[in-house]
């Protein structure tokens, strides 16, 4: 017997990056985050971007951009702007906290 199909490992990839884009969004709304939170919550995030790259193949639908003989940008790999965006959200967000706390520890 083989293992999962190719089918079955896509509509995982996109759940799995839809509730880890979901979970981080939420987290960044709500604020509060440590750094060692932040770190996690990004490298969750660029790790379903990868992961969801590599699994998509059975949802690709057309190419959009021809990149080689073989190899192109088709809508399947648009959603990874989905975590790729919360993560910039993320970095943001934190860049203007940093910015807060240093303005606030001035004499």
Do not use: F
């Not at 709304?29 to 971007?49: F, K, P, S, T, Y």
């Not at 990874?80 to 807060?100: D, E, H, N, Y």
């Amino acid at each position: 017997m083989g293992g999962v199909s190719a089918n079955l490992a896509a509509d995982l990839g996109l759940l799995l990056m839809l509730l880890v884009s979901g979970y981080a969004a939420g987290q960044v709304r709500r604020g509060g985050l440590d750094d060692l939170m932040c770190a996690g919550i990004l490298a969750n995030l660029l790790g379903v971007a990868a992961l969801w790259l590599r699994v998509d193949k059975p949802m690709e639908g057309p190419i959009l951009l021809v990149l080689g003989p073989r190899h192109g940008v088709t809508v399947a790999d648009l959603l990874v702007v989905v975590p790729v965006a919360v993560a910039g959200w993320l970095v943001a967000g934190q860049r203007s906290r940093v910015r807060a706390l240093l303005t606030r520890s001035e004499p």
